[in-house]
């Protein structure tokens, strides 16, 4: 297998995805796609994104604000 095309950035994977560098750090850390950490910069193993498809968004149907849960984004529930 040639070692060139077997990684690909955590941009590059965010545009295959079609989602954001965020969300491949998110995924890679819940382990929905496999890379390896080399010094301070993730490299994604490309077959993983073969197989996982894109990401669903996160579930936020019914909130408001940020989703952190302290009330503050939208004055709170008085």
Do not use: N, Y
């Not at 095309?5 to 382990?31: I, N, Q, Y």
């Amino acid at each position: 297998m040639c070692e060139i095309d077997r990684f690909v950035s955590v941009d590059e994977a965010a545009r295959m995805l079609e989602t954001t560098g965020p969300r491949v750090l998110m995924m890679l850390k819940r382990g929905e796609i496999k890379g390896e950490l080399e010094g301070e910069t993730w490299q994604v193993h490309k077959a993983s994104l073969e197989l996982c498809g894109k990401p669903h968004p996160p579930a936020t149907a019914g909130r408001s604000g940020c989703g952190g849960g302290c009330g503050g984004c939208h004055g709170g529930e008085s």
